[in-house]
């Protein structure tokens, strides 16, 4: 159950990070200042997205192994 929580965590952040670099394009002036929140909400994005398949690829894993009857 806690893995399910990560999960959505991270899926919420691969969508949600980009989305928030794009709309404080309407409040950010300056554009070096932009920059550095362009740069975080992708960053924030990959870390969703490697997160998100991270835990993923641990449960196809286990259950490859539940089903070939190890451990």
């Known amino acids: 159950m806690i893995s399910s929580g990560f999960k959505l965590i991270f899926a919420a952040m691969a969508i949600l990070g980009p989305f ?3 709309a404080m394009r309407q409040f ?3 554009d070096e200042v932009y920059a550095f929140f362009l740069v975080g909400g992708v960053l924030l994005g ?3 997205l490697f ?4 835990f ?3 449960e ?3 259950h ?3 089903l ?3 451990r």
């Open 20 to 22: 928030a670099a794009g």
């Open 28 to 30: 950010v002036v300056n």
């Open 46 to 48: 990959l870390v969703g």
């Open 51 to 54: 997160g998100f398949a991270a």
């Open 56 to 58: 993923e690829r641990d």
């Open 60 to 62: 196809l894993i286990e």
């Open 64 to 66: 490859e192994r539940n």
């Open 68 to 70: 070939r009857g190890e």
